[in-house]
């Protein structure tokens, strides 16, 4: 008897150790390669159940990115949106756009964020804009480094930077809580979509969580999709980000640095993590190019692979082939190879 419980207990430890979650949970490495727990000699390794090679829950449409996402996140560069909507998303109505100050140095220094709807896609949507010039970037980094990562979340354990949970809630009780309540109160089966670029990225990462945090709309309900987003979260949050949105991606364009900023705050103990979210495009982002649906969330996988010296920050301005600070200043026009990377 003891012998078959002995054996018993055996094949359970082995079939644990025969998927990645449970060798890495285990505190061993799994290796891609062989698909072996353990493994001593490995080329990629995993050694965090967030890296664990999974499958996005929805497929990747370059297309719906690059002629919907895109224009929405982009239209936050203009006083106006609605201007990039007549031009590119004829039946897409800005409802508001809301500014505040968001610095404690800088008068000039804003953030901004707008909603929309679109009554023949049935979809409201959530958009922020990138930084506000240099003095903005800086603030952002020292203010980064002083206060680091807290907890305000009661849905996860997780902590997110708090300069952007601040970024966020100025705007939030500014008004953009009421905008979208009252969309939501309006069309009430509508899905909810999320985006922005570069601190547009950030915001909308906190945007998705807080909304989720409160109920107001259901993950399954909502689009994900950033594009340039620096890290804004240690590994509880990355991991919850990642398990709760099953449409969630964020897109890179070849050597962005932002990809590549410094992962480790001193002031908080804290290492940043990015959800496993990850398409990388290692070219021009050109109708056509090939893109990578990277399995892993954080480490030297996809954008990770390359070396922090080999980053060009072109590459943070140029998505899917346009500048899109450039274009959606001038109103997103319809000639869009006029803002392609030259």
Known sequence: MIFHLLV??????????????????SGKVWC???????????????????NCPTNPQYGYDDEFM?????????????ENPQLCFDNQLPTMKL???????????????????????????????????????????EEMMEDGMKYGLLPYYTVTNGKIMKILQDYFMLLWNEGMQQDLRHLKYKYPSYELWVNGHSLGASLAWAASAWIANIGLYKPDDMKVVVMG?????DYNFADWHTKTFPYNFHILHRSDPVAHQETYIPVTNSTLFYPKTEVWYNNYMRQGDPFQICQEADGHYCSGTLKPNATQYIDHLYYFNIDLPGWGHAGCPMNISAFAQP
Do not use: W
């Open 95 to 137: 409802y508001q756009i809301r500014t505040v100050n968001c610095s404690t140095k800088y008068s000039d220094v804003t953030c901004v964020g707008y909603t929309a709807f679109d009554t023949k896609r049935k979809v409201i949507s959530i958009s922020f804009k990138g930084a506000h010039g240099q003095d903005q970037i």
């Open 32 to 50: 891609i390669e062989t698909a072996q727990c353990g493994a001593t000699s490995c080329n990629t390794s995993i050694n965090r159940p967030l």
């Open 66 to 78: 690059r002629s919907e996402i895109m224009v929405l996140a982009t239209a936050a560069q203009n």
């Open 8 to 25: 018993l207990v055996s094949l359970v430890q082995f079939s644990q150790a025969e998927n990645c979650p449970d060798c890495v949970n």
């Open 229 to 233: 987003a620096p890290r804004i979260g």
